[in-house]
Nanobody, 128 residues
Framework: QVQLVESGGGLVQAGGSLRLSCATSGHTFSSDAMGWFRQAPGKEREVVAAISRSGGNTYYGHSVKGRFTISRDNTKNTVYLQMNSLKPEDTAVYLC?????????????????????WGQGTQVTVSS
């Protein structure tokens, strides 16, 4: 059974930084692309960032490009999201997701339907 467990969320002032981690088990980590999504109250879930199986290709949502960095450690079965220059509008529950199998090693999926397993999320709150 696939499990994804996020950690690292919390309360931070605008301009601050947080690093989220997502530890996974129950699958061959290096065979799957990974992604981070977020959902704020009353808003649709949106992609934050995604990373290919190899880690060589990444995708960022336009609102976080240049501020957030996704990375992965295939030896630790963990994906990370470094968030810098945080803004109040970044406040949301951040969810880690595992892609469906079969994507090329260079592909970073961008749509929620391309992912088949999700963590429970970690709350990030940015105060102004």
């Amino acid at each position: 059974q696939v499990q994804l467990v996020e950690s690292g969320g919390g309360l931070v002032q605008a301009g601050g930084s947080l690093r989220l981690s997502c530890a996974t088990s129950g699958h061959t980590f290096s065979s799957d692309a990974m992604g981070w999504f977020r959902q704020a109250p009353g808003k649709e879930r949106e992609v934050v960032a995604a990373i290919s199986r190899s880690g060589g290709n990444t995708y960022y949502g336009h609102s976080v490009k240049g501020r957030f960095t996704i990375s992965r450690d295939n030896t630790k079965n963990t994906v990370y999201l470094q968030m810098n220059s945080l803004k109040p509008e970044d406040t949301a529950v951040y969810l880690c997701a595992k892609s469906m199998s079969g994507y090329s090693s260079w592909y970073a999926p961008q749509q929620s339907y391309e992912f088949d397993s999700w963590g429970q999320g970690t709350q990030v709150t940015v105060s102004s």
